[in-house]
């Protein structure tokens, strides 16, 4: 079931196909006693939207499956970030970066978050620290350029001064923009995030926002569909699309 998958990336309504083995990365559904369909359709609502395990429960138990907010806790932890691996939606990422950083409080202790987005919304990478300076910026940077494996083309920022002074370091020829009004994209990338933190009643830990979060928004940029100036017929069918990969990734059939 989960040998060589096809998989189109799905940027925009547009599908590029690439091949990957993912038989030693995926946990695989034996031993569970709910079937493959119910369990990617919980793990599919607890990222996909804002709500909280026992909703995700609820609902479930509308349409008679009876099943405890734990195991939806546990499917979650042990499914996301294994369905988030096999999105693939890197090689579809834009030449040009917005970076933007915003402060979050875990267990009543200020950290920063960091993220990267491309000039469609697509989440490149976040990351969770406890700075917020050189050292910091530094380190996206360079996970950036690993997980990208190439620079980009621009770099838009705000005015902070670290940015720049981590850029001169890791991407030297790379053009900057450092202007707050152009970074919108950026900031606004963080809205889904505040939403799940007031869902979840603040983050319990560091390492629990970056689990999370880079499951949650990788799943969320596969559902990123651009409905602006589209007809309504071709966004249905880039929907079903992205539907039928989902399919595929998890190797189960959409719940009736």
Not at 162 to 185: C, D, I, Q, T, W
Request: charged share 30%; hydrophobic share 40%; net charge positive.
């Amino acid at each position: 079931m989960f040998g060589t998958v096809k998989l189109a990336a799905c940027c925009g309504g547009r599908g590029r196909v690439t091949e990957r083995d993912d038989n030693a990365a995926f946990p695989g559904y034996t031993g569970h006693r709910f079937p493959a369909e119910i369990i990617s359709h919980a793990v599919w609502l607890y990222f996909r939207f804002p709500l909280s395990l026992r909703m995700v429960e609820e609902m479930l138990a509308a349409r008679g499956i009876i099943v405890s907010h734990e195991s939806v806790r546990q499917w979650a932890r042990k499914f996301g970030q294994a369905f988030a691996n096999q999105i693939r939606r890197r090689p579809c990422a834009g030449d040009k970066w917005h970076l933007d950083e915003v402060a979050i409080k875990i267990a009543g202790k200020k950290h920063w978050l960091w993220r990267a987005v491309d000039q469609n919304g697509i989440v490149l990478d976040i990351l969770v620290q406890s700075r917020r300076d050189k050292r910091a910026a530094k380190r996206l940077l360079r996970k950036l350029l690993k997980k990208q494996r190439r620079p980009p083309r621009v770099l838009i920022t705000d005015k902070l001064a670290s940015y720049g002074a981590a850029k001169g370091e890791v991407m030297p020829s790379v053009e900057h923009r450092k202007h707050k009004g152009l970074n919108n994209r950026a900031e606004n990338s963080h809205q889904p995030t505040r939403r799940r933190e007031r869902q979840m009643k603040r983050f319990k830990s560091a390492g629990q926002v970056q689990r999370f979060l880079a499951t949650h928004d990788q799943i969320n940029n596969f559902f990123h569909l651009r409905r602006d100036h589209v007809p309504a017929d071709q966004y249905r069918a880039a929907r079903t699309q992205v539907f039928q990969t989902w399919s595929e990734i998890t190797g189960a059939a959409a719940l009736a």
